[in-house]
């Protein structure tokens, strides 16, 4: 499973890609309207530091206003995919960008029905929210199994991308049932760092090592001697 992280933050997206695990990017209008600045700016200082797909969404409602938003979006940096909120307009919509070579993140998915009929319209990603599942005590790792589920025997493309990721362990579960990606806000990918025996482990390793100032003194030296680093 590919991470991409879900923010509207230059920040954010600078401090998790410095970790080197990111594949892509996904914004939403909320997340945008969190953030000072241009948008244009924002994406496509996005879209340079991650380096592969960042998504950008329309709010139009009909399907010539999300295709002529789509178009105009996916022309401010090579790795914008249009995001398109699940609606009949937005199959349209999805149909018509697909067919003409542009990537489409169909988004507000909710069931193995939407993720079907966003399927046939070309979308390259389906997006499950988990967490606005779990927020009206619908169990998202049912809905999460069963849109895999339901998509993979049909061959399609397009792939089940977990988002509305509220906790570490929404990660692990989207990874276990089969989503190609999930988006992560940076709060939950600072959170899946954590381990307290981690944390312990590395402590005594430091202790232990310092506690011979002859190995500290060599591992220097050692490190003295390579020829410096291009
Ligand atoms: O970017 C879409 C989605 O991940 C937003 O999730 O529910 O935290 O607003 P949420």
Redesign the pocket.
């Known amino acids: 499973m590919r991470f991409f992280i879900?923010t509207g933050s230059v920040a954010e997206v600078e401090e998790i890609a410095a970790w080197g695990i990111l594949s892509g990017a996904?914004t939403?209008p909320?997340?945008l309207a969190k953030e000072d600045g241009e948008p244009a700016d924002i994406i496509r200082r996005i879209c340079d530091l991650v380096g592969g797909p960042v998504s950008a969404e329309v709010v139009s409602d009909d399907a010539a206003g999300m295709v002529e938003e789509g178009r105009a979006l996916a022309k401010l940096h090579e790795h914008v995919v249009v995001k398109v909120p699940f609606s009949n307009e937005g199959l349209a919509a999805t149909k018509e960008l697909s067919s003409q070579g542009l990537r489409v993140n169909m988004?507000l998915v909710f069931s193995a029905n939407q993720a079907l009929l966003t399927a046939q319209a070309g979308a390259t990603y389906a997006?499950c929210?988990m967490?606005?599942l779990d927020d009206i005590s619908i169990d998202s790792s049912a809905v999460v199994e069963e849109i895999v589920a339901t998509l993979r025997p049909g061959g399609t493309t397009t792939q089940v991308l977990a988002?509305?990721?509220?906790h570490p362990e929404h990660v692990v579960t989207a990874a276990r049932l089969g989503c190609e990606v999930a988006?992560i806000?940076a709060k939950v990918f600072r959170q899946m760092l954590a381990h307290p025996l981690t944390e312990q482990g590395r402590e005594r390793f430091k202790a232990d090592w310092e506690s011979r100032p002859e190995f500290v003194e060599w591992l220097r030296e050692l490190v003295s001697k390579q020829p410096a680093s291009a």
Request: aromatic share 6%; proline share 6%; hydrophobic share 25%.
């Open positions: 879900d996904t939403n909320s997340l988004t997006s929210f967490g606005r988002a509305s990721i509220r988006t806000p």
